[in-house]
């Protein structure tokens, strides 16, 4: 996990993101917080992409190190290192294409709704 949050931070800086989302249950929530600096953006609501589980929306900026518990820090560092072709970006495969395309409508008529 914390090798997969080191490497969406180091894309995000490579591609000039700065602030990363995430749709979590409600009861994982606080540790985002706590721990890796995410604030909650929204309430528990149903949500298609988790089987309509509850989840919350909740972001992290990864320019403020400050908010990250120290344990964490390094994961967020600028200066973690990366292949290129790791931090570079690539179109989907058609198989990809069609696994998340059902995730998009869901969240359009969810918007829709």
């Excluded at 995410?38 to 990864?62: K, M, Q, T």
């Excluded at 072709?85 to 179109?91: D, F, G, Q, Y």
């Amino acid at each position: 996990f914390s090798q997969l949050t080191a490497v969406a931070v180091a894309f995000a800086r490579r591609h000039g993101i700065d602030e990363l989302l995430a749709a979590v249950h409600p009861r994982h929530a606080r540790f985002y917080s706590r721990i890796m600096g995410f604030r909650c953006l929204s309430d528990a609501v149903p949500y298609a992409g988790v089987l309509n589980h509850p989840a919350v929306l909740i972001a992290v900026s990864i320019n403020q190190l400050e908010r990250v518990d120290a344990r964490w820090q390094e994961w967020y560092s600028p200066w973690a290192r990366f292949p290129p072709e790791a931090l570079s970006r690539r179109a989907m495969t058609p198989k990809e294409v069609v696994h998340f395309s059902s995730y998009v409508n869901d969240f359009t008529e969810e918007r829709a709704a």
